[in-house]
């Protein structure tokens, strides 16, 4: 096997033994140990003829490698009870283990990836939607909306499940007015908190921006017939 790649390829002992197993097309669980620690101390040898400097962890895994070697050339009756367990289980082991958290880093660093291509809006505050002239058509104000928001958000918290999924799903406001209109059509008027039938944030933040873009244009109604009532929405 010609040895074309260095040591700085790799991430320690493990991560090359693996390489060379791969590349050998070995069943990891069956490792062909005489071949593999050959091949090892040929790549060892290969960095010391390029005047590459070898970690001592790579030496130190070399020296295991020969000892399992010369462990499994030992006949078998001049073993012990404790010594008849496959010298190799404890690589072998090492090896699924490595190649777990290999994976696991490889699948992370996919969706690290996939997550820098999604481009968020910086927060803002929501009364840049309203112009400085324009007013609710309601005794309620826009202070008032967001404790009441606010007060919601809390309550839907505490019920929250302790296992929850989180799903990728478009909200828009304009969705959220045409969705308020349908639901007012047939309604006439509702709670303010009934109309976020939905725990995430996208959605959240469209319904409460349709809720004051409809009372700004005069589409809906908001009212609170007592302090510390519930408020509510009514279409026009």
């Known amino acids: 096997m010609e040895l074309k790649f260095v040591i700085d390829d790799f991430e320690g002992p493990l991560d090359l033994l693996l390489h060379l197993i791969k590349e050998a097309k070995m069943d990891i669980m069956d490792i062909e140990i005489e071949k593999i620690t050959q091949q090892y101390l040929d790549f060892l040898d290969l960095q010391k003829k390029m005047d590459l400097e070898i970690a001592s962890s790579y030496l130190v895994m070399a020296s295991e490698l020969i000892e399992i070697k010369s462990k499994l050339l030992l006949p078998r009756e001049t073993l012990d009870e404790e010594e008849e367990i496959d010298p190799r289980e404890d690589l072998i082991n090492r090896l699924l283990e490595y190649q777990a958290y290999k994976d696991i880093t490889k699948e992370l660093q996919e969706k690290e990836a996939l997550r820098r291509e999604i481009y968020t809006k910086a927060r803002e505050n929501i009364t840049n939607y309203l112009d400085e002239d324009a007013k609710l058509d309601t005794d309620v104000t826009l202070d008032d909306l967001m404790e009441a928001l606010k007060r919601y958000l809390v309550r839907k ?8 999924s989180v799903t990728t799903k478009e909200v828009s406001v304009s969705g959220r007015r045409d969705s308020i209109k349908k639901i007012l059509k047939s309604r006439k008027r509702v709670k303010f908190t009934e109309l976020f ?17 409809m009372a700004k244009e005069k589409e809906i109604k908001i009212v609170q017939e007592n302090t510390f009532d519930e408020i509510l929405v009514e279409g026009r």
């Open 157 to 164: 918290e505490e019920k929250k499940p302790l296992h929850t």
């Open 197 to 213: 039938e939905d725990f995430s944030r996208e959605y959240i933040v469209a319904t409460f921006l349709a809720i004051l873009e």
